[in-house]
């Protein structure tokens, strides 16, 4: 039977009498599939339905605090486990750490309701690398209207490289409002050599200064909030929510719809095309619950495979880091400008020939009798290893298995030494002295010696929250490319994944702005090739 969305919390439905088929059905309200949602419909004769498998807040006031704001407390992932805000995903990140917590945004708004608000742009070189590979519109070039076209940039309003009328406004903390341990380690960094960088959204921005966020007058600006609210009112949009997709509805290697779950009930969603902004793991695990991805592996489980995409679920990217911890003379307090708990960030080599990053953290520590500290910890940025996901059973609610794989690669556990070693350099430097109280991770016994402090490493590297590349865009050329450079998915056709998971390599930032300016992108498009699809030599299954 098909059916028609509906809207969660008691909202607006299509008239009686509506029909029940929708030109696009968007899976996934996270940052692309929000953005998808608002710009598609803009077209007042496009039908639009948004599914959502976490829950859908109509209003800014039914937000819980810690997704309408900013929630600095640094809760244990175990206390967070009742929440019905993320997936709660496990994977193995090292032979010493096999269950890092994944956490990834279930609700309308997706990871940008949970995320830590930095907005950070791709560098020049990343996007120029994308295009290299294969993906001659994805140059810096090409990117750069897009990420115009989506911000207000507050402290950069009449600068070539930002916008000033876009939906989600940017600002960063003013010198004036940084708290003494972003004093000092501002002055760390530029005592070691960091020249000053006070846009770290400028193109080849390095340096030390500070992080732009989208966290502005006490409201985190989500997609939910900065793109869909707006166009809530819209006749042609549906967001139906707590509605989970468990597959796609295939015939004749063309998308019909979507399968899914509400209140326990199987139903068919029908639509010209379907759209996946399910995020780096929930577009591949529901494209492979489809049949479509590596075909023996898919066989293994008892799944019909039908399309042979074998870069499905594959090179998973991400950005691992490990974060030293200290104690401080007097607590912290919030930034008094923004309400976060972080204002600075050095962007630098390390003394390796590839960028790594570290941030300024205020933090408040696990355990609550001891106070608050400051956390300096070290991102790799350029990760040479790869992981992997997969299937653990064709079963929709079982999530799949992930080995992010990190350190794998000599080179990338080298650099993350080096930046470990910087962070504790800046952390121990003459600048801190007024409010430093000592050092309590690592612990001296993980810095007794070489080994020591390596295998400290290997057992508290952890996600960056970056996942990206699990369907990743490339030319037909390139057998592990899951679709082409508009997002369509090869041998399928009405079939797009439009999130991180396309990117082709992982930037050396946080996520969230790419995959806002992706979105935008390819929403673009609907107006110059709106039924082109990708083909390629491949191997394709009869479709049942």
């Known amino acids: 039977m098909w059916v028609r969305c509906w809207r969660a919390n008691g909202s607006r439905s299509l008239p009686a009498g509506s029909s029940s088929h929708y030109n696009t059905v968007i899976v996934g309200a996270g940052s692309a599939g929000a953005v998808l949602a608002a710009r598609l419909s803009e077209d007042p004769a496009r039908s639009v339905c948004l599914v959502e498998a976490g829950p859908d807040y109509l209003h800014l006031d039914e937000l819980p605090p810690t997704v309408r704001g900013f929630d600095f407390t640094d809760r244990p992932y175990a206390a967070r486990k009742t929440l019905s805000h993320e997936w709660q995903y496990t994977a193995r990140a090292t032979d ?303 999530t799949p298995v992930l080995d992010f794989n990190y350190l794998s690669d000599p080179s990338d556990f080298e650099h993350l030494r080096s930046l470990a070693r910087l962070a504790l350099e800046i952390g121990h430097h003459s600048a801190f002295d007024g409010i430093r109280a000592g050092l309590r991770q690592p612990t001296p016994s993980d810095l007794a010696d070489d080994a020591s402090f390596e295998e400290w490493i290997m057992r508290t590297v952890s996600t960056g929250h970056h996942i990206s590349c699990t369907c990743r865009m490339g030319p037909p050329t390139d057998a592990t490319a899951v679709v082409d450079q508009a997002g369509r998915v090869y041998g399928v056709e009405n079939l797009r994944v439009i999130d991180a998971s396309i990117m082709p390599d992982c930037p050396s930032v946080n996520l969230n702005a790419t995959v806002l300016m992706i979105a935008e992108k390819l929403a673009d498009t609907y107006s110059k090739s709106p039924t082109a699809s990708a083909t390629r030599s491949m191997r394709s299954m009869p479709v049942k």
Not at 328 to 336: L, M, N
Not at 342 to 351: E, I, K, V, Y
Request: net charge negative; aromatic share 6%; with cysteine.
């Open 96 to 398: 010493r750490n096999l269950n890092m917590p994944v956490p990834r945004g279930r609700m309308v708004g997706g990871s940008s309701s949970i995320n830590g608000v930095v907005f950070l742009r791709a560098l020049r070189s990343d996007l120029d690398g994308w295009a290299a590979l294969g993906n001659p519109g994805w140059s810096y070039a090409d990117c750069l209207p897009y990420y115009r076209k989506l911000e207000t940039d507050c402290d950069f309003l009449s600068s070539e490289w930002h916008g000033a009328a876009g939906p989600v406004p940017v600002s960063r903390a003013a010198r004036e409002n940084w708290l003494p341990p972003s004093e000092a380690f501002y002055a760390a960094c530029t005592t070691l050599g960091a020249l000053e960088a006070p846009d770290f959204n400028a193109p080849d921005a390095r340096g030390v200064g500070p992080i732009p966020t989208n966290y502005h007058n006490d409201i985190r600006h989500s997609s939910a909030i900065a793109y869909l609210m707006p166009a809530r009112p819209r006749s042609n949009l549906e967001v139906r929510g707590n509605t989970v997709a468990t597959s796609l509805r295939l015939e004749d290697h063309r998308a019909r719809g979507v399968q899914v779950l509400h209140d326990g009930q199987a139903e068919d969603v029908e639509a010209d095309e379907v759209i996946l902004c399910a995020g780096a793991i929930g577009s591949p695990h529901l494209l492979m619950l489809s049949g479509i991805g590596p075909a023996a592996a898919l066989q293994a489980i008892g799944i019909q495979p039908l399309v042979d995409l074998p870069g499905v679920g594959q090179h998973v990217r991400d950005h691992p880091f490990v974060a030293t911890l200290w104690e401080t003379t007097e607590p912290g307090a919030r930034d008094r400008l923004t309400g976060l708990p972080w204002q600075l960030m050095l962007r630098t080599r390390a003394g390796q020939p590839d960028d790594g990053w570290l941030t300024m953290l205020m933090s408040t520590p696990r355990d609550p009798n001891r106070g608050r500290g400051f956390m300096i910890p070290s991102s790799l940025m350029y990760a040479r290893s790869t992981g992997s996901m997969k299937l653990a059973s064709a079963d929709p609610s079982v």
